[in-house]
């Protein structure tokens, strides 16, 4: 009797916080900003052709930059052609070559009390893999115009940027705009080499000469045509990413005693080493939920068909749930979880040879909110271990994730959505690095994101084969650049 009347109770709630919460799904109101005016038109032929031009200058960052016979060579080439491709924006703005090759433009505008904007982007490009070049449909450097695509290496990677950022200006200025606050343009010539020569030299000058923006806007972040599709209906999903991961790679060194291979000891350093690897593979980060993603979920939810709603606007019930589902796939699990990759290996030098030392680096792609004190402290932990060495090898640390009410996001959500009026705009987190992150003490606001409308099978284009952009797509993400310079400005 008191079993079936504690069941019955039970059953009421749970039939009453479904009814309460699927009343409250069922009402959520969009929180998508309203599409701004309607932005420059532009003439698509052109761009296009001009952007194919840009991609055949072999502005390349190698690893070792001493591998090339004279390096800088394509990008002083590429600097004399931008400035005939793009007499407007050179005619009317100040440039400063940062690094060498590095170009840092500043257009001035009518009021300097306001605090003035920074677009990002770069001019290198990764190198095409040796032995793959026979795979592109289009060859990499030549910059070809086909089937309603523009291809090669640079294309998304990011000579739309550089380009499209110049032929924005370019199209504001034949319409006579003038900004208000200064808008100004850093484009980086070593971004895939880490960018010290150039985003960090410039984010060094900018801060020296007291320079603060309002907000940056930096590469990174797409239209993506063919993702959510059921739960959204087919509409479009602009990710301008608000954070980025940090990046840091540990080098572990692992002693021990050498000797004959006849008479080894009971662990050698190898064997240390690989315990320990192991330990960290078989320990991964505890999966989380960060802020960058909540605000991404309060962004969707109201867009959703009703289950998703539900789901998404209830993550005290359904996180968990959600949580385990982005873990379980490869390229959704880094949005959960702090990623833990070892990527080099190297101990002895012969097959009957005990080694004294062998070494590994993991390299690790952070979520916000975990400092590099933090990791080390995990991983000496999880390693234990005495005779292994850990330091730090290389670590960057972007800026905390960016705010989705203020006028950096207000400005590209407008512009995205005068172009794309079906479009949802959502925050996320880019889970590669930027230069961007070398302007973290410049703005507090630094979103990524380039305007460009593809299919997810393209992203992979991006330093990989076939990289191509679509002549429309690529037109469509010149009017958001120009649409979010004025909004921005204004
Ligand atoms: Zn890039």
Not at 190 to 209: I, P, Q, S, T
Request: overall charge negative; charged content about 20%; hydrophobic content about 45%.
């Amino acid at each position: 009797m008191k079993i079936s009347r504690i069941a019955s109770c039970v059953g009421v709630t749970v039939l009453s916080i479904f009814g309460v919460t699927a009343f409250q799904a069922a009402n959520l109101k969009s929180i998508q900003i309203d599409a701004g005016p309607e932005p420059p038109q532009i003439n698509i032929e052109g761009a296009a052709n001009r952007l194919a031009t840009a991609l055949r200058f072999r502005t390349i960052s190698h690893q070792d930059t001493a591998d090339v016979a004279l390096p800088f060579q394509p990008f002083r080439d590429f600097h004399i052609w931008l400035r005939s491709a793009f007499p407007a924006a050179h005619s009317q703005m100040e440039l400063e070559m940062i690094g060498g090759e590095g170009l840092l433009f500043r257009w001035p505008g009518s009021d300097l009390n306001l605090d003035p904007i920074l677009f990002v982007s770069h001019q290198d490009v990764v190198p095409v893999e040796p032995g793959t070049e026979a795979e592109w449909t289009y060859p990499a450097f030549e910059g070809t115009i086909a089937d309603g695509y523009i291809w090669g290496r640079g294309t998304l990677d990011v000579k739309s940027g550089v380009c499209g950022l110049l032929e924005a200006a370019e199209a504001l200025l034949r319409e006579g705009f003038e900004p208000r606050r200064d808008v100004w343009f850093f484009f980086g010539q070593d971004e895939e080499v880490m960018g010290n020569r150039g985003a960090r030299a410039a984010a060094e000058l900018l801060k020296k000469r007291g320079i603060r923006f309002s907000w940056i806007l930096d590469e990174g972040g797409f239209v993506v045509e063919d993702i959510l599709t059921a739960p959204l209906g087919g509409r479009p999903v602009a990710w301008v990413n608000t954070a980025e991961k940090a990046y840091c790679t540990l080098r572990l060194t692992a002693r021990g005693e050498g000797g004959h291979s006849s008479t080894p000891p009971t662990h050698t350093a190898v064997g240390k080493l690989a315990s320990a690897i192991h330990r960290l593979e078989a320990n991964p980060f505890p999966l989380e939920m960060p802020q960058p993603l909540l605000d991404q979920f309060r962004q969707l939810a109201p867009e959703c068909d009703f289950l998703t709603r539900w789901a998404l606007s209830n993550l005290w019930l359904t996180e968990g749930v959600l949580l385990r589902r982005l873990a379980s796939d490869r390229l959704t699990a880094p949005f959960v979880r702090t990623t833990t990759a070892a990527t080099v290996f190297h101990g002895g030098i012969k097959e009957n040879v005990v080694p004294q030392i062998a070494e590994a680096l993991v390299n690790f792609r952070i979520l916000p909110g975990t400092t590099p004190a933090d990791l080390m402290h995990r991983v000496s932990r999880l390693i234990d271990n005495p005779d292994i060495d850990i330091e730090i090898k290389e670590a960057t640390f972007p800026p905390a994730p960016a705010s989705t009410d203020g006028p950096g996001w207000v400005s590209i959500a407008a512009s995205v959505r005068a172009v794309y009026p079906e479009a949802v705009v959502v925050p996320g987190i880019f889970t590669a690095a930027t230069d961007s992150r070398h302007f973290r003490d410049l703005a507090s606001d630094v979103y990524r994101f380039s305007g460009v409308r593809l299919k997810m099978a393209d992203v992979k284009g991006a330093h990989g084969t076939d990289e191509r952009i679509g002549v429309a797509s690529y037109a469509a993400a010149v009017r958001i650049l120009a649409g979010i310079i004025r909004h921005g400005s204004g």
